[in-house]
């Protein structure tokens, strides 16, 4: 577990890294547009900034056809073949299989201002200086740089047949560096779905790690990469291809299925837990662009859009209000005209199936267990507009939602026939009182739990159209089938998202559950699927801690997102997450695993909603935890 834990110790950092020295800029995405060079980011090439003008280094690069020989490579990247061929472990005639990385030794000296190595290469027709970077050469060179180092090319008209001088990108270790033993900088392209801890974990071997390589390229832990980018990667020892340990880049197993525990899966664990954090900050960064997108979209037609105006109180009176711009008062025929496939039952058929909605039947509040056709069923009696939930439940069809099965109206009262739920409310499972003993959920049975939850918000946001946003998602809105398998119930506050995900409309009535509302709604009313992904963070922690947060936050005399942080920190994190976790659980749980649940809760309270991943990004960090819990459990249960 040793070399696990260490990994472990490292993908935090990855998160919480502070700086010690700091090197070069980071280009990112700026090298995609060629018009524009960020002197300050480093699009033109890595400064020079050291004593040394020269010094050996090394590039990656993906073979690629035509670029995929000894040769071939050797004379785009002006590098010597025979060391091509020795770093890689190969004949000096070989040719790699396609996408291999492969290491390229070249020499790398200081030009004016910038660090480089420089190559000629001669244009093809329909090269633009963008292709030659991008493409032929994968990033490795800027078409900003290209375009400064060739004043007599036209940046416009690439004929072909042209040589043109190709600086590549490389830089040589600071004073700081080689006095921390770095010697070597490699110039590492960067490819789809990198993660800064999945690339030092290639060159782990070659003494790269996380938190030198976030500094050398003046990166925060929670940065993300861009490919066809360079990051500059400080090496202790001459790299070689027999040291690297590549990617696994094949998907993680179906979350159904239990792995074996082998002992060759902690390494794939490692990459499971590496693939979830850059998931979930893959996931941030997606949904801030797709936020901003869509801010920026909405702003152009706000005069077009009213402030709606939505109170739950105004629903909770039997009025006329309109529905959906469709005026119609509240009849089970409109209901049904509206809703042709709810079954209409008669009140005589719940009266039979319920014993007169006797107190033996009564679950809680005014929902009844009752039995019709032989179907176990759950009665909710309702007043007021229901229209718009029924609706909402009509057009779902998902496992992970409670299923309407149909309606009956009945002197001014709705009741609601849904499926029933053996195992009841989540929160009667979720007690750290100790006042429920017989009942209990292990930590893999919350996980579950936590990606039905995780599934059934994902269909309501991404899969209903128009989305929905449930709006009141707690423990006490989580039903429990017979097999501990989660139901979001109580869509009494659901409403529509607006057109897009990450739309967002204004309310002027706050209505919800306090302790799990977003910031942005308590404060403007903001509704978008985001307060979803908010209610969500808080949710796992409650289920994760045993308590209500309002609890937590009194018993830890701490704000949530303190207390996060605190559950984070990589010295002494751990042992405080034991001591916040349900005791019911009894220390039986992967505290590694904890941590990155724990982490993805914070993440979904960003006070920002842009910030906040969308539920399908936690569905899937949330299944490659489930399935790694699975594996965790076995050896575990025969304890
Ligand atoms: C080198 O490290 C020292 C602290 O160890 C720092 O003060 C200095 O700025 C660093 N130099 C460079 C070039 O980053
Ligand atoms: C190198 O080439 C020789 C023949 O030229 C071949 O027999 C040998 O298998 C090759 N080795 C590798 C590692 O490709
Ligand atoms: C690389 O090219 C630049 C631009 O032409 C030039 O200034 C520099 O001296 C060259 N460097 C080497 C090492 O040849
Ligand atoms: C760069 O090239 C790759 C293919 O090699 C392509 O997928 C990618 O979209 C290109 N980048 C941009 C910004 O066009
Ligand atoms: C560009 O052209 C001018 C004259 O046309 C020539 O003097 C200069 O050397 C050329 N520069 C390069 C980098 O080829």
């Not at 010597?80 to 790398?108: G, I, M, Q, W, Y």
């Not at 609601?416 to 292990?442: C, H, M, P, Q």
């Not at 989660?486 to 209505?511: P, Y």
């Not at 996060?564 to 916040?580: A, F, R």
Request: hydrophobic fraction near 35%; proline fraction near 5%.
């Amino acid at each position: 577990m040793d070399s696990f834990q260490f990994h472990f110790f490292t993908a935090s950092l990855f998160c919480f890294f502070s700086f010690i020295v700091s090197q070069q800029p980071y280009a990112g995405s700026t090298t995609a547009d060629c018009a524009v060079t960020h002197r300050s980011t480093g699009n033109l090439g890595y400064f020079c900034n050291t004593p040394n003008r020269n010094c050996h280094s090394f590039l990656t690069f993906r073979s690629r056809s035509p670029f995929n020989s000894v040769s071939s490579i050797a004379t785009l990247l002006g590098s010597d073949p025979s060391e091509l061929s020795r770093v890689n472990s190969v004949n000096a005639s070989a040719t790699f299989p396609p996408d291999k990385l492969v290491l390229v030794p070249t020499t790398c000296s200081c030009s004016g201002q910038f660090f480089q190595s420089n190559v000629s290469f001669t244009t093809r027709t329909g090269d633009s200086y963008f292709v030659i970077a991008n493409e032929t050469l994968q990033g490795l060179s800027t078409c900003q740089s290209l375009i400064s180092q060739n004043p007599n090319v036209s940046v416009t008209s690439i004929k072909g047949g042209e040589r043109i001088l190709v600086p590549l990108r490389c830089a040589c270790p600071t004073k700081n560096q080689t006095d921390m033993g770095f010697n070597y900088l490699l110039s590492y392209l960067v490819v789809f779905g990198d993660t800064v801890f999945d690339i030092a974990q290639i060159f782990e071997s070659f003494g790269a790690d996380m938190g030198i390589i976030l500094d050398a390229n003046e990166l925060q832990g929670s940065s993300f990469v861009n490919p066809f980018t360079t990051l500059l990667i400080p090496l202790k020892t001459e790299p070689s291809s027999t040291g690297m340990k590549e990617r696994n880049s094949s998907p993680p197993p179906p979350p159904s299925l239990p792995t074996s525990p082998s002992p060759a899966s902690k390494r794939t664990w490692v990459y499971i837990l590496v693939a979830v954090v850059g998931g979930v900050v893959l996931a941030a960064v997606i949904g801030a662009v797709v936020f901003f997108a869509c801010v920026r979209k909405r702003k152009k037609k706000t005069e077009h859009t009213p402030i709606e105006i939505d109170s739950f109180e105004s629903t909770e009176k039997t009025s006329e209000k309109k529905l959906d711009g469709d005026s119609s008062s509240i009849t089970l025929d409109s209901i049904s005209s509206v809703v042709q496939s709810v079954k209409a039952y008669t009140f005589k058929e719940l009266q039979d199936a319920t014993d007169n909605f006797s107190s033996t039947h009564l679950i809680k509040g005014s929902v009844y267990h009752g039995t019709i056709n032989g179907d176990s069923a759950a009665i909710k009696k309702m007043n007021g507009d229901v229209s718009k939930q029924i609706n909402l439940l009509n057009k779902t069809n998902h496992t992970n939602l409670i299923r309407l099965s149909g309606v009956c109206f009945e002197e001014g009262h709705w009741y609601l026939v849904f499926e029933y739920a053996a195992k009841g409310v989540l929160s009667d499972w979720i007690d750290s009182n100790g006042s429920n003993n017989d009942r209990f959920l292990t930590w893999t049975q919350r996980i579950q739990i936590a990606v039905d939850v995780a599934t059934g918000l994902n269909y309501l946001h991404s899969f209903t159209n128009p989305p929905h946003v449930h709006k009141d998602l707690k423990m006490d809105n989580i039903l429990l089938d017979d097999d501990f398998r989660g139901k979001i119930s109580n869509f009494s506050l659901a409403r529509s998202a607006g057109w897009e995900e990450g739309e967002f409309t204004l309310t002027m009535h706050i209505v919800g559950t306090r302790g799990y509302m977003a910031p942005e709604y308590l404060e403007n009313g903001l509704v978008s699927t985001k307060l979803d992904v908010y209610s969500f963070g808080i949710l796992i922690i409650e289920m994760l801690t045993g308590k209500e947060v309002s609890e937590l936050h009194r018993k830890e005399n701490l704000q949530l997102t303190d207390l996060l942080e605190k559950v984070l920190d990589q010295k002494d994190g751990k042992e405080y997450l034991n001591h916040l976790m349900d005791p019911s659980l009894e220390g039986n749980f992967p505290t590694e695993l904890a941590v990155l649940v724990m982490n993805i809760a914070k993440l979904c309270m960003n006070k920002d909603p842009s910030q906040r991943p969308s539920m399908d990004d936690i569905v899937q960090s949330l299944c490659r935890i489930l399935s790694s819990s699975l594996s965790w459990e076995l050896p575990n249960t025969s304890v």
